[in-house]
């Protein structure tokens, strides 16, 4: 198994750069709770809120989608929930990548639910042709292929690469 590098540390670096400039623009003069999704989206989060601009709480949550392996799954359990009061908050999901939509979608409806007065999300990588549905801020669009690093992994392994990287073989 070789890795393929996708998007350098630099590259990684403007994008969250990019995005947390759109989000403080979007957000002056609120204070946004940003939610992290655990565990591909800790380093993406990390640099985020240190670019921000913009007073923010930072919050986590837990997710897994359960279903045959080789099935996309619509049920999204929550294994770890978020401890902020989000009534009345505007609500910014942070995830490593968006595949097929599945955990985005249920987490927007999740936080509504729980009284948030806005939920946006916010995707590191969208996968091109899958979900339909578009990330509010997006770092990248990729193809094809399993990517690593930047708290991505492969079986837990690879989340401390300073890239992104594809697996090949």
């Known amino acids: ?15 969250v750069k990019r995005i ?4 403080s623009s979007d957000y002056r003069g609120r204070s946004p709770v940003v939610v992290g999704v655990l565990k591909g ?3 993406f989060i990390s640099d985020l809120v240190r670019s921000l601009a913009v007073d923010h709480e930072v919050d986590f949550i837990q997710t897994a989608c359960y279903g045959m392996r080789d099935v996309p799954s619509e049920e999204v359990l929550i294994l770890r929930d978020v401890t902020t009061d989000l009534k009345g908050r505007d609500v910014i999901i942070v995830e490593d990548i968006i595949d097929r939509g599945h955990t985005a979608r249920a987490l927007k409806k999740y936080f509504s639910d729980k009284g948030a007065a806005s939920v946006k999300v916010c995707a590191l990588l969208k996968r091109d042709g899958g979900s339909p549905e578009a990330a509010d801020y997006l770092g990248a669009v990729i193809g094809r292929g399993f990517v690593v690093g930047y708290g991505m992994d492969y079986k837990e392994r690879y989340r401390g690469l300073p890239g992104l990287y594809l697996i090949e073989g």
């Open 1 to 15: 198994m070789d890795l393929l590098p996708y998007i350098p540390p630099e590259g990684i670096e403007e994008i």
């Open 20 to 23: 947390a400039a759109e989000i």
């Open 41 to 43: 989206a800790f380093l």
